[in-house]
């Protein structure tokens, strides 16, 4: 009996003493959550302080881990493409580990698959989400957007048969020449309803049309399709898809799917001459979500090879992005010949951007025209 009544004494004691260390930790969690974030904001601002070369440069010195050619890159396996899915961690790169919880190591998830003069992880291209409200201004300075891509160039009847579909999923994204604003510290003042990367998406299909490519040109004002389904910018490939996904049905010719996008980088990082000109920068993206990845990728060396060639370092490159907080897709699931460009950034101008749009057909037309030669791709 003494025995019984002891073991119960002693379970209660141990649930007693287990009630009362979880409560320690739910208050001392309270307690310290402030101070938590206060540490980390404190952190923060003044990692912000040193630029992420610097950092990175810093940290691979002492931990060969964060140095950005220590990963060797291995063959996926569907295990390991699935953790990384679930978890957000790559079990081949420790970096990943602390990606999402040290300042300044978010720049992890995005990989420079290839490498353009310039390029780092300082400079890559950043992901437009502003709030939707201001994604369906207008500014009262904005410049009315171009007629033709080129005056001193005759029409050309552009064929009937649409291989390429240009749409822009941050339609809003715009640069603050074409808006008035030309000079303005404030890039996020880089934002229009009207006057926006779709001109450049028509600049651009003008240019491949006059080249003889059949071209269709999707300038859905993307705010206000957010807007009538009561979502967020940041669910805005989601409203793209569904254009892109009726043109497919629409039109069984369609090839190719180029989304075109703005950096907001300013105009140092953006801006390249070449023979006395001056050019709005392009980055290419590809999504490392999707199960076209190797295909899109191709796609995308291909057209940077040949603006190398032709105009050197117009390309910045080609950035690969993945995990939490980015899209990781961008509807490239849907075709093996589709990507994303970013052209220039917030401070270019109509003639940087024209210059750019010439030059960019002529990459896609050299690639498609080759394609048909070598196998049929392009038929």
């Known amino acids: 009996m003494t ?21 320690a930790f739910i208050l001392a969690a309270s307690i310290f959550s402030r101070e938590r974030q206060a540490v980390y904001e404190y952190l923060q601002k003044n990692v912000e302080t040193v630029s992420p070369p610097i950092l990175m440069t810093m940290l691979a010195a002492e931990l060969p881990a964060f140095s950005s050619n220590h990963v060797k890159k291995n063959p996926s396996s569907i295990i390991s493409l699935g953790f990384e899915l679930a978890t957000n961690i790559n079990i081949g790169d420790v970096r990943s580990l602390v990606g999402n919880e040290l ?110 490519l059949g071209v269709t040109v999707d300038k859905t004002n993307m705010g206000e399709e957010l807007k009538r389904k009561g979502w967020k910018t940041t669910r805005s490939y989601k409203v793209s898809r569904t254009f892109v996904q009726a043109a497919m049905a629409e039109n069984g010719d369609l090839q190719y799917f180029i989304d075109l996008h703005r950096d907001s980088l300013r105009k140092k990082n953006t801006t390249v001459s070449i023979n006395n000109k001056s050019y709005a920068k392009v980055v290419f993206v590809v999504g490392k979500n999707n199960p076209n990845f190797n295909e899109n990728l191709s ?5 940077h090879n040949i603006l190398q060639q032709q105009y050197p370092h117009l390309s910045r490159g080609i950035i690969g992005k993945s995990g939490k907080g980015v899209d990781g897709v961008y509807n490239q699931d849907l075709s093996q010949r589709s990507i994303l460009i970013e052209i220039g950034g917030v401070d270019n101008n109509m003639d940087e951007l024209r210059n750019t749009t010439k ?21």
Request: glycine share 8%; hydrophobic share 35%.
């Open 299 to 303: 796609l995308a060396k291909a057209i």
């Open 3 to 23: 025995n019984r009544d002891d073991n119960a004494s002693n379970f209660s004691l141990l649930v007693v003493s287990l009630l009362f260390l979880i409560c």
């Open 359 to 379: 030059a960019l057909a002529y990459a896609i037309n050299e690639y498609y025209r080759k394609a048909k030669r070598v196998g049929g791709e392009g038929e």
């Open 103 to 212: 300042p300044g190591f978010e720049i992890y998830k995005d990989e420079i698959l290839v490498t353009g003069k310039g390029t780092n992880f300082a400079t890559l291209p950043i992901e437009s989400a502003p709030p939707l409200e201001d994604t369906l201004n207008t500014t009262d300075t904005a410049k009315d957007p171009p007629t033709e891509p080129d005056p001193d160039r005759g029409k050309v009847n552009p064929p009937k048969r649409k291989s390429f579909y240009i749409y822009h999923t941050h339609s809003w994204e715009s640069y603050l020449p074409l808006l008035g604003l030309e000079g303005n510290p404030d890039a996020d003042k880089a934002v229009d309803s009207k006057m926006n990367v779709t001109a450049v998406g028509e600049m651009l299909g003008k240019e491949l049309e006059n080249l003889g």
